[in-house]
């Protein structure tokens, strides 16, 4: 008869326990939750290591003080090189080159004024997807007409500036658009260019 008591007394406690569900059950994070705090917090999702290649190209406006006919509209590249140092920060060397021609009227000849910096520098993700770059380093003014060569030619100092967003990424392959500045200092002045860019980058 004890026993029978002792039984029907604790059904009640067996029936209200879970054994499915113990109290130390780790619970699972939300996938989703995780990638935006991660995002939130700057740490890509991505997996950036190695050697880092890539080119831009686009249209480009010129602008010089101090050096005749080298302002006006043409195309603009950019070629990069370098090594990534962590998920966010990657070591580039740069050859940025903007180009205008202008058509003299007196000989019909076409002239190619190009600008071209060679800077060392890198670039910061400050999100998974937007990025800043920078450098410094030399610079070479050149005005030549169409196949032939050089009718000037001189040297300066350069920098760079650019920002991207990445608008698409398949493993290491991130296709962006860009925006390029580029200001040089030379014997006779300035050349500054701004330049709109697809760009096509492998890390």
Same mark, same amino acid.
């Given at each position: 008869?004890?026993?029978?008591?002792?039984? #029907?007394?604790?059904?009640?406690?067996?029936?209200?326990?879970?054994? +499915?569900?113990?109290?130390?059950?780790?619970?699972?994070?939300?996938?989703?939750?995780?990638?935006?705090?991660?995002?939130?917090? #700057?740490?890509?999702?991505?997996?950036?290591?190695?050697?880092?290649?890539?080119?831009?190209?686009?249209?480009?406006?010129?602008?010089?003080? +101090?050096?005749?006919?080298?302002?006006? =509209?043409? !195309?603009?590249?950019?070629?990069?090189?370098?090594?990534?140092?962590?998920?966010?920060?990657?070591?580039?060397?740069?050859?940025?080159? =903007?180009?205008?021609?202008?058509?003299?009227?007196?000989?019909?000849? =076409?002239?190619?004024?190009?600008?071209?910096?060679? =800077?060392?520098? +890198?670039?910061? @993700?400050?999100?998974?997807? !937007? /990025?800043?770059? +920078?450098?410094?380093?030399?610079?070479?003014?050149?005005?030549?007409?169409?196949?032939?060569?050089?009718?000037?030619?001189?040297?300066?100092?350069?920098?760079?500036?650019?920002?991207?967003?990445?608008?698409?990424?398949?493993?290491?392959?991130?296709?962006? !658009?860009?925006?390029?500045?580029? #200001?040089?200092?030379?014997?006779?002045?300035?050349?500054?260019?701004?330049?709109?860019?697809?760009?096509?980058? /492998? @890390?």
């Amino acid at each position: 008869m004890r026993a029978l008591v002792a039984l #029907l007394a604790l059904a009640p406690a067996a029936a209200w326990a879970d054994p +499915g569900e113990p109290e130390d059950r780790p619970i699972d994070p939300d996938p989703r939750a995780v990638a935006e705090a991660r995002e939130a917090n #700057l740490e890509p999702e991505s997996s950036r290591s190695g050697l880092a290649i890539g080119v831009a190209l686009g249209p480009n406006v010129q602008v010089s003080s +101090g050096l005749r006919d080298a302002s006006g =509209t043409g !195309f603009g590249a950019a070629f990069r090189l370098g090594t990534v140092a962590s998920p966010r920060w990657v070591w580039l060397a740069e050859l940025a080159s =903007t180009h205008y021609q202008q058509l003299e009227e007196s000989t019909g000849k =076409t002239k190619i004024n190009s600008s071209n910096l060679l =800077t060392l520098g +890198g670039q910061l @993700y400050v999100k998974e997807a !937007f /990025w800043l770059r +920078g450098g410094g380093g030399a610079a070479n003014f050149t005005r030549r007409v169409r196949n032939e060569d050089p009718t000037a030619s001189f040297w300066g100092v350069g920098v760079i500036g650019a920002g991207g967003l990445d608008l698409l990424r398949r493993r290491s392959f991130a296709l962006s !658009f860009e925006v390029l500045t580029t #200001l040089a200092r030379y014997r006779d002045g300035f050349v500054g260019a701004g330049s709109m860019q697809l760009g096509f980058s /492998w @890390y």
